[in-house]
């Protein structure tokens, strides 16, 4: 089983700046992808933001050249560097690993999500 906990969340007045950091352990052999979900009141589930283990990296155009994401492999640790905030960025953002292993289909796991909350 692999285990990701969030945090970094909080409250922030509009134009402010939060780090996310996520850290997996467990049996983290196999981890193709790290990522950052988000999800608001009434809404579904979006990307934010992936890297693959090769540093390729997806960033949501509304969140582009605000948010940043990177990553740690030594530390198996994805950060979610987010400026400039919005209102609308308030969210639940959960952190997400997809982790293939030989012989095996891919599997995603979830932390439990950090709220970020974003005031005008």
């Known amino acids: 089983q692999v285990q990701l906990v969030e945090s970094g969340g909080g409250l922030v007045q509009a134009g402010g700046s939060l780090r996310l950091s996520c850290a997996a352990s467990g049996s983290v052999f196999g981890i193709i992808g790290m990522g950052w979900y988000r999800q608001a009141p009434g809404n579904q589930r979006e990307l934010v933001a992936t890297v693959t283990s090769g540093g390729r990296t997806n960033i949501a155009e509304s969140v582009k050249g605000r948010f940043t994401i990177s990553r740690d492999n030594a530390k198996n640790t994805v950060y979610l560097q987010m400026n400039s905030l919005k209102p609308e960025d308030t969210a639940v953002y959960y952190c997400?690993?997809?982790?293939?292993?030989?012989?095996?289909?891919?599997?995603?796991?979830w932390g439990k999500g950090t709220l970020v909350t974003v005031s005008s």
């Open positions: 997400h690993a997809a982790i293939k292993r030989p012989l095996e289909y891919a599997t995603d796991y």
